[in-house]
Every structure is written in C-alpha cells, then in structure tokens.
C-alpha cells in the first residue's frame, strides 16, 4: 500500500543537540510537507517542497532545516536554535504544485518529539 | 491573511445524536476547504474537501459539509454519532497556489454513551 512513513514515532532530544525527523513517501508525489503540532494552535507549516531539490520556508521556519535530494524523502532536522522543539511534528504530500489544490495532502503518523 | 476559525474547542454530544462543527474562513479568492480527523497520536485523515459545484459535499463515514460563501463557512455535519466518531476535527483552506493549507486550531469532539 502507498502511503507516508514517519519514524521514528517517539525522539527524544538533549539540549543543544541536532535531531533529524525521517518522512518517506511512495505515493509518487511532487509536493511533500512538514507541518509542527501543539495542543490547541493547529497545524503551522514549516517548510515545503514542491519539487526535487527546492523548497520554501513556511510560517514557522526559524530554527528547522529540510533537504529535498530525493522524490521520496523530505527529511527535517530540529536545530539547538529551535528553543521550544517539544511538539507533534507531522510530513504531508500532495501530486504537485500549482493549482492543484483538487488533490489534497495526505499526511504520515507523525514524530513526537521531547526534550530531556 | 488567510485565516480559519473554529470557534469551538471542544463538543460533547450523545451517540446517535447529531453533529455540527463549525468553520469560518478568511480568504480574498475563491477558497479550497478541506475537512480532516485526526485519532489520538495519528495523523490527519481527509473527510472530504470543497473546490466548486454543488455547495453540499458529501465525504467518508457519513460526513457532510455545506459551503456557504455569504457566511464564510464551512460547517461539518452528521446525522447520527458513533462512538468512534470521538477525535479532534480541522478544517482547513488552501491557497491558490503552492498547495499551502491553512488550518483552523481544532475541534476536539467527545461522545458520551
């Protein structure tokens, strides 16, 4: 079946340290997500990609990185300059960019993310 | 900017009982709404999505939402509650271009037996 992977489910992150979230996709799509989760605040999008080797920051991007080498990977690494990393840290896809919003975004089951 | 409401934040409503949840939206053009459930530590789950045509839009697990532009709504209903209805619900609007949604802070839905 195609669909989002996410892993790990749980991280746990010392300070000061980089962590890096995995998001695989075999659904064949152009366009991946990272959207960050806290209690009552909805989804904040962090960065996007609409296609290999691009990407944009989204609202909340300070203090997160991505790279987009693959089609089917979109990894995230939290950086110490992320001061409040603590969160529920969800990737999305959809088909492509553009004016494609008919195709809606389909989302993995998520990295919770702690600090020790 | 673009921006969505749910105004509340969490409902208790009987099983069997009906359901209303509700959505206000922001946006200058013509909106990309989008209704998604979400299980306690899961991901999001489509519900069903409006772009155009008929305003009443008809989505899995009985699902219903009706857009009505002069109010700026998205409202998401359903006749009868399951118990495992129980979940949080957004409702979300996509931007013309770039796929961008903007989500609403959710609406956390409780079923009482």
């Known amino acids: 079946d195609g669909g989002i992977t996410q892993s790990p489910k749980y991280l746990f992150r010392k300070e000061g340290q980089n962590v890096t979230l995995s998001c695989e996709q075999n659904?064949?799509?152009?366009?991946m997500y990272w959207y960050r989760q806290d209690p009552g605040q909805g989804l904040r999008l962090i960065y996007y990609s609409q296609i290999v080797n691009d990407f944009q920051k989204g609202d909340i991007a300070e203090g997160y990185s991505v790279s987009r080498e693959k089609k089917e990977s979109f990894p995230l690494t939290v950086t110490s300059a992320q001061k409040n990393p603590t969160a529920f840290y969800l990737c999305?896809?959809?088909?492509?960019?553009?004016?494609?919003?008919?195709?809606?975004?389909?989302f993995g089951d998520g990295t919770r993310l702690s600090i020790l | 900017a673009q921006s969505v409401t749910q105004p509340d934040i969490h409902i208790t409503v009987s099983e069997g009982a009906s359901l209303e949840l509700r959505c206000n939206y922001s946006?200058?053009?013509?909106?990309?709404l989008f209704w998604y459930v979400q299980s306690p530590g899961q991901g999001l789950q489509l519900l069903l999505k409006y772009f155009s045509g008929d305003t009443l839009v008809q989505g899995i697990k009985g699902f219903e939402a009706e857009f009505k532009r002069s109010q700026s709504s998205f409202n998401l209903r359903k006749p009868s509650v399951h118990w495992s209805d129980a979940a949080e619900y957004f409702c979300a609007v996509g931007m013309e271009y770039g796929n961008k949604l903007v989500f609403g802070a959710g609406t956390i839905l409780r079923v009482k037996s």
């Open positions: 999305a896809s959809s088909i492509g960019p553009g004016p494609l919003l008919d195709q809606p975004q389909h």
């Open positions: 659904l064949n799509h152009d366009a």
């Open positions: 946006y200058g053009a013509t909106p990309y």
